[in-house]
């Protein structure tokens, strides 16, 4: 008597099966938020509530108003790097056989004690792309300390949370809260703006040194300090996170006043207009170009310029 061992696509197809039960399950729970929160607004206190905390606080003195034009290049640039470091970071994660290895070359002007690692082509592009968004976001602090910006993305005062509050019930119930994204943000995307560049970007970045070649590896006791479990145990969620993240924003960007959001983005101007529209289509052709160029035959030759690549 023999048995059958499963094929991978019998595999594939059971992991579908099951994850189709997703969308439907979803859709029932979004109805559900839908109609609880416009039976909460018909309530009088909730009404009096919203009536008192619309969504929005008050800016600090001084606060800039708009958007400088370096804030488009760097929205941009942010973009494609966190697409690319997803997208390097699930092959990393996926890719049991990888199609290369990469070894560093300890000589010319970088050079260090410890002998070179090999690590797969996937998980050396993802590197890369960190220490680029890690530069991205140096250029990016200084310049919103240096400019004022970050009055707009750190929050001044307590009465952000009841705003926040009021602006998630007027989202739930379709409702949604005034947008002037130009001038001031309401307290949900303060709050989610603010956990974004403040908590979420360096968590990522702390866990993924924890966990890269760089780490000084034979340090007792900083490893105990921050055991690398840690670091995995936090990485994956960080990046659930940009990818929930992105999701919510690009949704609200085109379904709140696409063309006026898009001249913000991508043109720093307001109003209407196609300006900003057709920046942003030239950048998303750029991300579609860099995530299908993720491939081996592309990568090894840009690897080689850094170490020795192995098959």
Known sequence: MSTSTPTRSTVAKSKWTKLAWILPVALVALFAVVLAAKGLRELPAVQSFVTTYPGESELPRGTPVGFPAWLSWQHFLNALLILLIIRSGWLVRTTTRPPAYWTRNNKGLVRTKTPPTKMSIHLWFHLSLDALWILNGVVFFVLIFATGQWKRLVPTSWDVFPNA?????????????????????NGLQLLAYFATVFIAAPLAIVTGLRMSSAWPKHTATLNKLYPIEVARALH????????????????????????????????????????????????????????????????????????????
């Open 165 to 185: 509050l009021s602006a998630l019930l007027q989202y739930a119930s379709l409702d949604w809260p005034s947008e002037n994204g130009w001038v001031n943000y």
């Open 236 to 311: 994956l969620p960080v990046m659930v996170y940009f990818v929930g993240f992105i999701i919510v924003h690009v949704t609200l960007v085109f379904t709140t006043g696409a063309l006026r959001n898009l001249n913000h983005m991508y043109a720093a101007r307001d109003g209407g207009g196609w300006t900003g529209f057709w920046f942003f289509a030239a950048s998303l052709v750029v991300m579609i170009i860099g995530w299908l160029a993720v491939r081996p035959i592309l990568l090894r030759p840009v690897a080689a310029l850094t170490g020795s690549v192995t098959r």
